[in-house]
């Protein structure tokens, strides 16, 4: 594969946001947008990727992170000025720039790599991908001559009511040799509706000098629409979410209501697994083969391994091995490892434990920094009482342990193996193996209460 490098766009305000965040974090399908066209730009072939940022740099190097270089542009003078940044940082390439847009988070890695296929084996120093857009307000147009070849760009303020009655737009992708962009560059003027510097206007420079120029057109719109509005990205995500969810389907997973179910870009389900509606499924979540999930299942960045079965859940940063069976109204916090064969059962919250092998807590109870052996029995209501309004400490529950109903055990505190503490206990110091820990009042019966009473 022949590789390029990428200068991608994400100066902008995104004012139609009207957002304090920059519009290319804005996430779709769990990702922000600049993430997608990053993601999209290094599957297709991009050796190194350039981000020019202006509003919000900060905030964009921080949550972008060191997988790409930044160039910053000062002032927002346009898309051709915003290029021209990357100048210094590029004078050692003479292979493609390919240019793209931060805000253009349905691009594809298989359009991008043809895209630059094309631009290579048509030896054109400028190419421009295009779009036939059914509503092609804003965009720039694509006036060709009768022979088809691709005139100029005309910006939809700049452009005559004929002119805007063409369907054909700049998708603000273009591919470029790269003396020939920062050449043509420096001639850009900014005399346009708008004053501001179009790296459009690079390819009639380049044209009017005798150069070849080019234009692809994709093969469908969708992939190339720019989001410059909340409800621009609202469609976005609804395109993303569906596309994931018929991959997941065509690699084996059964979804039962597409329409109900969201599952973010990242996350990887196995073969045979079940989804049913109103499952949301969230960023770096890996689920198993064989599962059951859903009805109402949260998971965010959730391991799970196969034959898991979960309804109404509710689930963060944590792991769930093989074949456990959570539900219902469960919370499951960070941090909390559950071994294989567990059952967490109504109304119950763990967080910040470990939960051997087949152990059960069927009903009721709050879990909270305990590590428990594997065959532990929790009766329903028992409590891990972890804080003491200043510090949280550690229970310790061994092997083949038996916890009876409604006990509290007081951290920080062990509960041997095979040990038994009654039902009812307030367990404050720790109880040894193999023995039984009895820890309440003892009952008493007062005869002829009824008739004293009287
Ligand atoms: C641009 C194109 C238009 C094309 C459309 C496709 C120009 C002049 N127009 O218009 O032909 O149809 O994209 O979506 O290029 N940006 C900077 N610095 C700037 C200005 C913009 O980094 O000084 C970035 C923005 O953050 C954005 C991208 O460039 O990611 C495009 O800018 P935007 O204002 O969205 O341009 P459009 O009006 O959509
Ligand atoms: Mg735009």
Not at 296 to 325: N, T
Request: charged letters at 25%; proline letters at 3%; glycine letters at 10%.
């Amino acid at each position: 594969m022949l590789d390029f490098v990428t200068v991608i766009l994400a100066a902008g305000k995104g004012t139609r946001m009207k957002s304090k965040l920059p519009k290319v974090l804005h996430r779709a399908a769990g990702k922000s947008m600049l993430q997608h066209v990053i993601d999209a730009a290094y599957a297709a072939g991009a050796r190194r990727n350039i981000v020019v940022t202006g509003f919000g740099g900060d905030v964009v190097r921080t949550a972008i992170g060191d997988s790409v270089e930044y160039v910053e542009q000062c002032e927002q003078l346009g898309t051709g000025h915003a290029v021209l940044q990357a100048k210094d940082l590029l004078s050692g390439e003479h292979g493609t720039i390919m240019v793209l847009c931060g805000d253009t988070p349905l691009l594809t890695a298989e359009l991008l790599a043809r895209f630059h296929e094309e631009h290579v084996n048509a030896g054109a120093k400028a190419t421009v991908l295009t779009a036939i857009m059914p509503n092609a307000k804003g965009y720039g147009r694509i006036i060709r001559r009768e022979n088809g070849e691709v005139l100029k760009i005309v910006e939809h303020k700049d452009a005559t009511p004929e002119e805007r009655e063409i369907h054909e737009v700049n998708a603000g992708i273009y591919c470029f040799d790269a003396e020939a962009l920062f050449s043509a560059l420096t001639k850009v003027t900014n005399d346009n509706a708008q004053g501001e510097y179009y790296l459009p206007d690079v390819l009639s420079i380049l044209r009017d000098a005798g150069e070849k120029i080019w234009a692809v057109v994709a093969d469908n719109y969708e992939s190339t629409l720019g989001i410059n509005s909340r409800s621009q990205l609202a469609v976005a995500e609804r395109i993303l979410r569906k596309r994931k969810v018929e991959e997941l389907m065509a690699d084996g997973v059964t979804i039962m209501d597409p329409n109900t179910t969201f599952i973010d870009a990242e996350v990887r389900v196995g073969m045979d697994t079940i989804i049913y509606p109103f499952t949301i499924l969230e960023g770096v979540t890996v689920i198993g083969e064989d599962c059951i999930i859903g009805p109402h299942v949260r998971f965010q960045d959730m391991v799970i391994g196969d034959g898991v079965k979960a309804h109404y859940v509710y689930a963060h940063d944590a792991e769930v091995e093989s074949g456990s069976d959570l539900g219902q109204f469960n919370h499951i916090r960070p941090d909390s490892h559950i071994g294989t064969g567990v059952k967490i059962g109504n109304f119950v919250e763990i967080k910040n434990s470990n939960i051997g092998e087949c152990s059960k807590v069927p009903h009721l109870s709050y879990i909270g920094d305990c590590d428990m052996g594997a065959h532990v029995n929790m009766g329903c209501g028992t409590i891990t009482v972890n804080y003491d309004g200043k510090n949280k400490y550690r229970t310790s529950i061994g092997n083949d342990a038996f916890v009876g109903c409604n006990s509290n055990l007081v951290a920080p505190v062990v509960v041997g193996e095979n040990a038994y503490v009654a039902a009812g206990s307030t367990i404050t110091r720790d109880v040894p193996s193999g023995t039984l820990a009895v820890a309440r009042a003892r009952q008493k019966e007062i005869e002829g209460w009824h008739d004293k009473r009287k």
